[in-house]
């Protein structure tokens, strides 16, 4: 597989590598030994850049990092936008690249630039930007965001992998149950008609099921792929998403561990920006989009306490906007000052219990599917040759 090598070398400035690599570490190591500093890799057959451009989205963690090693190797802001812009190979890309160089060129600074990109920049990363520029700390807020991201990014895998098993079984299971009711019970029911007799009522029942499913085998296999495809079609609607959100965020259970991860990525957010430099009030109103509407509300309330002097933990358990060990964490930083840091500690208690019952739920439920599964099956098998048991008994 070959990889393009976004690298830098004393004497040469930016250079872009293809390599041949079984991956991209290998790819990385390969630049390495050739004396070269990897600023970012990217696979040459476009899955990366195909997948940003399919969902329209700028590759904000990559952007990142590239930003941090230039400015890090001594580049100034313009010439890093110019050295990326000039390597980019897609258009998409390079428009973005070229609207904020040029909003740097007509004075305006970098925050006010992705500001003007408000489908590419969100709110959060402009203002994380718009903090560094008050304190000259560009490229330790930027690897804050990255870290930040890749804090996010690795709960949304635990979750999806910790799905796949259970979504797996279950597709399979009820293609094994579509085969037997349209393939195998109308064989046998032909089977027992010749033979006469009468059979048992739910071997029966289950046979005129069968029957019925084959007299209308085309209509049952138009569902069973039209079904699936609608659902799908209708889950990546944004509407559709907020209905099941919605109804998710109503189920007892569910819907606390939901609150409890927005809780985490609401404090996550709020740590980063004061950990920035922002203040309290500013960065409440950035980060509550991140909250449900219902707590939004509350938050405004709690942002207006603490304009009026209140401390930051009793607003938010006046408001109840954090747990009990979030309130003592919050107690800590107002005392030692490190109010971010404990912001972000609360956010890591919030994930780990998040990924901790994922786990323990995804353990308890497979097993369950599995056993349902397997008892569905066994009993139409059963259903089938319990006549052809009860004949050769009789036999007997």
Same mark, same amino acid.
């Given at each position: 597989?070959?990889?393009?090598?976004?690298?830098?070398?004393?004497?040469?400035?930016?250079?872009?590598?293809?390599?041949?690599?079984?991956?991209?570490?290998?790819?990385? &190591?390969? &630049? $390495?030994?050739?004396?070269?500093?990897?600023?970012?890799?990217?696979?040459?057959?476009?899955?990366?850049? *195909?997948?940003?451009?399919?969902?329209?989205?700028? #590759?904000? @963690?990559?952007?990142?990092?590239?930003? %941090?090693?230039?400015?890090?190797?001594?580049?100034?802001?313009?010439?890093?936008?110019?050295?990326?812009?000039?390597?980019?190979?897609? #258009?998409?890309? $390079?428009?973005?690249?070229?609207?904020?160089?040029?909003?740097?060129?007509?004075?305006?600074?970098?925050?006010?630039?992705? =500001?003007?990109?408000?489908?590419?920049?969100?709110?959060? !990363?402009?203002?994380?930007?718009?903090?560094?520029?008050?304190?000259?700390?560009?490229? =330790?807020? *930027?690897?804050?965001?990255?870290? !930040?991201?890749?804090?996010?990014?690795?709960?949304? $895998?635990?979750?999806?992998?910790?799905?796949?098993?259970?979504?797996?079984?279950?597709?399979?299971?009820?293609?094994?149950? @579509?085969?037997?009711?349209?393939?195998?019970? #109308?064989?046998?029911?032909?089977? !027992?008609?010749?033979?006469?007799?009468? *059979?048992?009522?739910?071997?029966?029942?289950? +046979?005129?099921?069968?029957?019925?499913?084959?007299?209308?085998?085309?209509? @049952?296999?138009?569902?069973?792929?039209?079904?699936?495809?609608?659902?799908?079609?209708?889950?990546?609607?944004?509407?559709?998403?907020?209905?099941?959100?919605?109804?998710?965020?109503? *189920?007892?259970?569910?819907?606390?561990?939901?609150?409890?991860?927005?809780?985490?990525?609401?404090?996550?957010?709020?740590?980063?920006?004061?950990?920035?430099?922002?203040?309290?009030?500013?960065?409440?109103?950035?980060?509550?989009?991140?909250?449900?509407?219902?707590?939004?509300?509350?938050?405004?309330?709690?942002?207006?306490?603490?304009?009026?002097?209140?401390?930051?933990?009793?607003?938010?358990?006046?408001?109840?906007?954090?747990?009990?060990?979030?309130?003592?964490?919050?107690?800590?930083? =107002?005392?030692?000052?490190?109010?971010?840091?404990? +912001?972000?500690?609360?956010?890591?208690?919030?994930?780990?219990?998040?990924?901790?019952?994922?786990?323990?739920?995804?353990?308890?439920?497979?097993?369950?599917?599995?056993?349902?599964?397997?008892?569905?099956?066994?009993? %139409?098998?059963?259903?089938? !040759?319990? #006549?052809?048991?009860?004949? &050769?008994?009789?036999?007997?």
């Amino acid at each position: 597989m070959q990889f393009e090598v976004k690298a830098l070398r004393n004497g040469e400035g930016i250079t872009l590598l293809t390599l041949d690599a079984i991956n991209s570490d290998e790819a990385v &190591a390969q &630049a $390495k030994s050739r004396g070269y500093s990897v600023i970012s890799t990217r696979s040459k057959s476009g899955s990366l850049s *195909l997948s940003f451009a399919r969902k329209n989205k700028f #590759p904000l @963690v990559l952007f990142s990092q590239e930003l %941090i090693m230039l400015l890090e190797a001594g580049l100034s802001l313009v010439d890093v936008l110019e050295t990326l812009a000039e390597k980019e190979s897609q #258009p998409g890309l $390079k428009k973005t690249l070229g609207q904020l160089i040029n909003s740097l060129y007509e004075g305006h600074n970098l925050s006010y630039a992705l =500001e003007r990109l408000p489908d590419d920049f969100p709110a959060l !990363y402009v203002a994380m930007v718009r903090s560094s520029e008050k304190t000259g700390s560009l490229a =330790e807020v *930027l690897k804050r965001y990255v870290v !930040y991201e890749s804090q996010v990014e690795g709960i949304k $895998k635990k979750v999806v992998s910790s799905s796949v098993y259970p979504v797996l079984l279950a597709v399979v299971g009820t293609l094994v149950v @579509v085969f037997l009711m349209l393939f195998v019970v #109308p064989s046998f029911s032909h089977i !027992y008609e010749d033979m006469g007799g009468e *059979l048992p009522f739910m071997s029966r029942l289950l +046979m005129e099921w069968g029957q019925f499913l084959e007299a209308h085998k085309k209509t @049952v296999l138009s569902l069973v792929v039209a079904i699936p495809t609608a659902l799908i079609i209708a889950a990546i609607q944004p509407a559709s998403q907020v209905w099941l959100k919605r109804k998710l965020w109503e *189920l007892p259970t569910i819907g606390e561990r939901l609150r409890l991860y927005e809780m985490a990525r609401f404090f996550r957010s709020l740590g980063m920006l004061l950990q920035g430099g922002m203040p309290i009030i500013v960065a409440l109103d950035l980060v509550s989009g991140l909250l449900q509407e219902s707590r939004r509300e509350r938050l405004k309330l709690a942002s207006q306490s603490i304009q009026e002097g209140g401390a930051i933990s009793q607003a938010m358990e006046k408001y109840d906007l954090a747990t009990p060990l979030g309130l003592k964490l919050l107690r800590v930083g =107002e005392h030692t000052g490190q109010m971010g840091e404990m +912001m972000g500690r609360i956010a890591l208690y919030y994930e780990e219990e998040t990924v901790r019952w994922i786990e323990m739920f995804v353990k308890l439920f497979e097993p369950l599917l599995m056993v349902f599964v397997g008892l569905l099956v066994g009993v %139409i098998v059963v259903l089938m !040759y319990f #006549p052809i048991f009860e004949l &050769a008994g009789s036999i007997k």
